[in-house]
């Protein structure tokens, strides 16, 4: 079983608001990783978490807030967003075994800020 | 700093035709490259991973290679089909850590 999977598919949310995405991956995967992808830009890497600890801030802002509470889940909290930010949120696992590692990637949140 | 790029940004081409996609990075010191499928609106599809020790990767009608000290890698399609419309992205991994970059992705169109 290679699926990773994210709730909510859809999140529409005002700038004052306080949401959450969450991810999920049952393959024993240590690397999970957030990304954010615009419309027809590729994947942008946000933050990487490897055996539960945070390796990769790619200077996200502090409005989006990652969190890996165990090894199969993680979290993305979001707060006082802005309508730029509005994309397609995706997550992705691997093995975090460098040259082998595969990246398999969940169907994605699409999130619209208002 | 790795740049990723992907020639052609489009392909349309009939059904049955093989084709090439075209990726090239700048910096050689990688980990691997992923190739993967986006269908419009979704998430990543993996389609093949090449670790930078290995020159090629077959998975039934794909065959994708790879040519470190050039910094390309390609994807060839054989026999292709309708079904395989989509976006194809690849992605290089940097040595010495989980930073991924992205190439732009070439929007593939076969027609029936």
């Known amino acids: 079983d290679t699926e990773v999977t994210q709730t909510p598919k859809h999140l529409v949310m005002g700038m004052t608001n306080k949401k959450s995405l969450k991810c999920e991956q049952h393959?024993?995967?240590?690397?999970m990783y957030w990304y954010k992808q615009k419309a027809k830009k590729p994947p942008e890497l946000m933050f990487v978490?490897?055996?539960?600890?945070?390796?990769i801030n790619e200077s996200v802002p502090s409005r989006f807030s990652p969190e890996c509470p165990n090894s199969s889940l993680l979290n993305l909290h979001l707060h006082a967003l802005q309508p730029e930010d509005s994309a397609l949120y995706l997550c992705?696992?691997?093995?975090?075994?460098?040259?082998?590692?595969?990246?398999?990637f969940g169907p994605g949140t699409r999130l619209t800020v208002l | 700093k790795q740049e990723v790029t992907q020639i052609p940004a489009a392909l349309s081409v009939p059904e049955g035709e093989n084709l090439v996609l075209n990726c090239s990075f700048t910096?050689?010191?990688?980990?691997?490259l992923q190739w993967f499928r986006q269908d419009p609106g979704k998430g990543l599809t993996s389609l093949l991973l090449?670790?930078?020790?290995?020159r090629e990767q077959t998975s039934g009608r794909l065959n994708a290679s790879l040519d470190k000290s050039s910094g390309r890698s390609t994807l060839y399609i054989a026999a292709s089909q309708p079904g395989d419309s989509a976006t194809y992205l690849c992605?290089?991994?940097?040595?010495?850590?989980?930073?991924?970059?992205f190439g732009a992705g070439t929007r593939l169109f076969v027609k029936a």
């Open positions: 910096d050689s010191a990688i980990y691997n």
């Open positions: 992605a290089v991994r940097n040595t010495g850590g989980f930073k991924t970059i």
């Open positions: 992705a696992s691997g093995s975090g075994q460098g040259r082998k590692d595969t990246q398999y």
């Open positions: 978490y490897s055996y539960e600890k945070l390796s």
């Open positions: 393959m024993g995967h240590r690397a």
């Open positions: 090449i670790q930078s020790s290995q």
